[in-house]
């Protein structure tokens, strides 16, 4: 379904994504931004199922400045080595390459933008930083909380796990109370990663109710 381009940032640096389309008239167009583990088969699996729901979906490879074309899976080693990439991130970079992607599917229609993991806290800076955006999605990104004095320009949703070992709950209640204009959800048990069904720590039931959220999420906000 989908299929590898290349986009080129506000400072003519070249990256790679992965571009899904649907197979009729699009509803509107999705940035999905990786995990700290690259536009692997996760990711591009996200992308390929907002094509089948309407949406054009667009994952830029946001680690391409740093190792061209990363991708792994979630065994403890491949963890490690993955956290190597988020030990100092440079977020002004990816957020140019968010941009980019922003701006390779504008054409479409509405965009919006979801994140996991580290594209969580990405998603959520591109609400608040970026242009061309009609909706945010966020999910148990750990640096929102300090990204949280900034107010999203566009209408932004949150998901957290209740037992997420790197996010405590603490950080999505001071996150409530800075930003009681945006739509947050904690899933009673889950723990980081929830969403994704390639990872130990997947909650089908968690990850089936999120994806409903967001879907009605950008039914609502992405409209032509």
């Known amino acids: 379904m989908g299929h590898d381009i290349k986009l080129t940032a506000s400072d003519n640096f070249q990256l790679g994504a992965y571009r899904a389309d649907p197979t009729g008239a699009p509803k ?39 190792e061209r074309n990363f991708q792994c899976g979630y065994s403890p080693d491949e963890i490690a080595n993955a956290r190597k990439f988020v030990a100092n991130p440079d977020w002004a970079a990816m957020q140019r390459d968010t941009q980019a992607a922003i701006d390779a599917v504008s054409d479409v229609g509405a965009v919006g933008i979801v994140g996991f993991c580290l594209g969580g806290s990405v998603a959520y800076a591109a609400a608040t930083k970026l242009t061309g ?69 997947f909650d089908k039931a968690s990850a089936e109710i999120g994806r409903s959220r967001s879907l009605d999420f950008f039914a609502k906000y992405l409209k032509k």
């Open 28 to 66: 509107a167009a999705v940035v999905v931004i990786q995990e700290i583990f690259g536009v692997n088969h996760h990711i591009r699996s996200v992308c390929d199922r907002f094509a089948g729901e309407g949406y054009v979906a667009i994952a830029p490879a946001i680690f391409d400045r740093v």
């Open 133 to 201: 955006l009609s909706a945010a999605i966020g999910y148990y990104g750990g640096a929102i909380v300090r990204f949280a004095d900034d107010k999203p320009k566009v209408p932004t949703q949150l998901h957290f796990g209740e037992k997420d070992a790197g996010i405590p709950l603490s950080d999505v209640e001071a996150t409530r109370a800075k930003r009681p204009d945006v739509e947050i959800h904690v899933y009673p048990g889950a723990q980081h990663g929830f969403n994704c069904n390639e990872r130990a720590s």
